[in-house]
């Protein structure tokens, strides 16, 4: 995701660190669950054979007990690689908006197609990114006149532009308020 003109804040980091840890616990899950199942299927076939060979009899009904078991292990194991899965999708998002929020700190106003070409991704990735930017952050839907693609923009709200690392999002609101107050006093001749 490095791209020249683009400085990242670093924010995205965590979520990438928690995102690879996710998909590092799915595969380990995924690859445990189906070996128990494998198991657990030899299990109950020596079960099953010693059971017609020999009746139930403790053996029989004990490795039928433990095969049962350890199957359901397995399957445990499989629901929780795709629990793990969706997690690390979901925290690759989060890292994924925060860098798509740097480039609109850099570059300003930008389209699905700005965004792709400027993270290296999928159009299709950065239009569900930017989609879903103003539910997350401060982040407006801008329709450019001038614009001839016709494609809508998403750019930071003023609020979120003045918001530094650390600032509540009330001292952000006010820097705004006062950076806005200051440029149209100046535009009066005021200030």
């Not at 924010?11 to 198991?39: C, F």
């Not at 993270?119 to 001038?146: H, N, Q, S, W, Y």
């Amino acid at each position: 995701m490095e791209r020249p003109g683009v400085v990242k804040s670093g924010r995205e980091r965590p979520y990438l660190v928690r995102a690879g840890e996710h998909r590092r616990d799915a595969a380990v899950s995924n690859v445990a669950g189906i070996v128990a199942i494998t198991i657990a299927a030899f299990m109950a076939m020596i079960s099953l054979f010693w059971i017609f060979a020999f009746g139930l009899g403790f053996f029989g009904g004990t490795g039928l007990g433990v095969a049962i078991f350890v199957a359901l292990m397995g399957f445990y194991g499989v629901g929780n690689s795709k629990k793990n899965t969706r997690l690390a999708s979901e925290q690759m998002g989060e890292a994924l908006s925060l860098v798509a929020m740097d480039v609109m700190r850099a570059r300003g106003p930008v389209t699905s197609k700005q965004l792709a070409e400027q993270m290296g991704i999928p159009e299709e990735t950065a239009e569900k990114i930017l989609t879903v930017l103003p539910a997350k952050f401060r982040v407006e839907t801008v329709v450019d006149e001038r614009a001839t693609d016709g494609l809508l923009r998403y750019r930071i709200s003023d609020e979120a532009a003045y918001q530094q690392p650390g600032m509540s999002e009330e001292d952000a609101e006010k820097a705004a308020f006062d950076a806005k107050l200051a440029a149209a006093m100046r535009a009066k001749g005021q200030g």
